[in-house]
């Protein structure tokens, strides 16, 4: 529904920076391995509720903004939330429900819209997939990460709660990570937008083709006194030039709070 640009901004923002310290595996850093701890039983709690913000700036000027609630429960497989999306000074609301097997929409308070069942198996045979392989997964990033590694840092508090934390700038940064990003980027730029959310997110932002690079990292994460992650932030600062030769300086930012752990109930439509 979002397509491609949302996605690539959620794949940066999360699966760049969850990845970058979640699974990397080093005996000696508490930081990482309290992390990892912490996300794989987050991962497994029967429900939860998840609420998100995304933003986009370019030198400073706010270019997206997105706020997401999603109530998710993972024996039953059944989740509702709503996402609404503001660029160009336009707002782009839209609800989802799955339940009894099957996806419903809603966009812009229109008429409910129940997305194909095969559409909606691919999303569960690609949720399967992941589980299946996240061992494989997992050793990959850990080789992808081992220059990030030592740059974990954790707090424990009085009240049982522990702050970790990781900020890298310029070389700090892995080549890896850098082509990345600059390859999810283009390859962005490459995907016609459908829909009127996806219209409303590529032509929000500017087209990268040259010179891309992750300039900075900010991530901050709350762990509560039961080891689940309860809250976490990252910013993003990423460069570039457009097809013009324009320089632009992106800081792509998350805002992501857990809550609800065990007593989270969906919603459901008729």
Not at 47 to 64: C, E, I, K, R
Not at 71 to 90: P, T, V, W
Not at 134 to 146: P, S
Request: glycine letters at 10%.
């Amino acid at each position: 529904m979002k397509k491609k640009w949302l996605l690539v901004i959620g794949v940066i923002l999360t699966g760049l920076i969850v990845g970058t310290t979640a699974f990397a595996l080093t005996s000696g850093n508490d930081g990482y391995q309290t992390y990892k701890t912490a996300l794989k039983n987050t991962w497994v709690v029967p429900n939860l509720t998840a609420t998100a913000g995304v933003s986009v700036t370019d030198d400073g000027y706010p270019l997206l903004n997105s706020r997401d609630m999603m109530k998710m429960d993972l024996g039953s497989k059944d989740m509702s939330g709503y996402f609404i999306i503001s660029a160009r000074g336009q707002d782009c609301v839209a609800e989802l429900y799955q339940q009894d097997s099957r996806m419903v929409t809603r966009i812009g308070g229109g008429d409910l819209s129940s997305v194909p069942g095969n559409k909606a198996d691919r999303y569960e045979a690609g949720y399967q997939t992941f589980k299946a392989n996240a061992r494989e997964v997992e050793r990959i990033i850990d080789l992808m990460t081992l220059n990030l590694q030592k740059s974990m840092t954790i707090n424990d508090n009085p009240d049982g709660t522990r702050d970790v934390s990781l900020q890298v700038t310029g070389a700090q940064i892995p080549d890896l990570e850098n082509a990345i990003v600059s390859l999810l980027l283009k390859s962005a730029n490459n995907s016609p937008a459908t829909g009127p959310v996806s219209s409303l997110i590529s032509g929000s932002l500017p087209r990268l083709v040259e010179n891309i690079t992750v300039n900075g990292i900010d991530f901050q994460a709350k762990i509560n006194a039961d080891d689940l992650i309860s809250q976490q932030t990252v910013n993003i600062a990423v460069s570039g030039e457009d097809a013009d030769g324009n320089r632009h300086n992106l800081m792509l930012g998350l805002d992501l709070n857990l809550s609800g752990f065990g007593s989270t109930v969906p919603d459901t439509v008729k």
